[in-house]
Nanobody, 120 residues
């Protein structure tokens, strides 16, 4: 069994910063890509940031220059530093990992989500 657990969400004023963390644990052999997605009420889930094992990083234009993704492969963790937050960044943020289990299965795992609210 594999678990992804996010932390670090909360309420912040516009222009503020938050740092999200995600820890992967369980029956993991290897983690490939890790990323963050978000889903606002009434909208589809969208990519926020993604990093491959080799360190290739992808951001959509909506967060480029404001958000920074990083990962610690030794600890099976991924982070999202969010600066200059805007009200439109309000959403539930989900951690995602493409990985291979010790049993040999390749799965796409999701965390339970953490709420980020940007409001004055």
């Amino acid at each position: 069994q594999v678990q992804l657990v996010e932390s670090g969400g909360g309420l912040v004023q516009p222009g503020g910063s938050l740092r999200l963390s995600c820890a992967a644990s369980g029956n993991i052999f290897s983690i490939y890509g890790m990323g963050w997605y978000r889903q606002a009420p009434g909208k589809q889930r969208e990519l926020v940031a993604h990093v491959t094992t080799g360190g290739t990083i992808t951001y959509p234009d909506s967060v480029k220059g404001r958000f920074t993704i990083s990962r610690d492969n030794a600890k099976n963790m991924v982070y999202l530093q969010m600066n200059s937050l805007k009200p439109e960044d309000t959403a539930v943020y989900y951690c995602n990992a493409a990985l291979q289990t010790a049993s040999g299965y390749q799965i796409n795992a999701w965390g339970q989500g953490t709420q980020v609210t940007v409001s004055s």
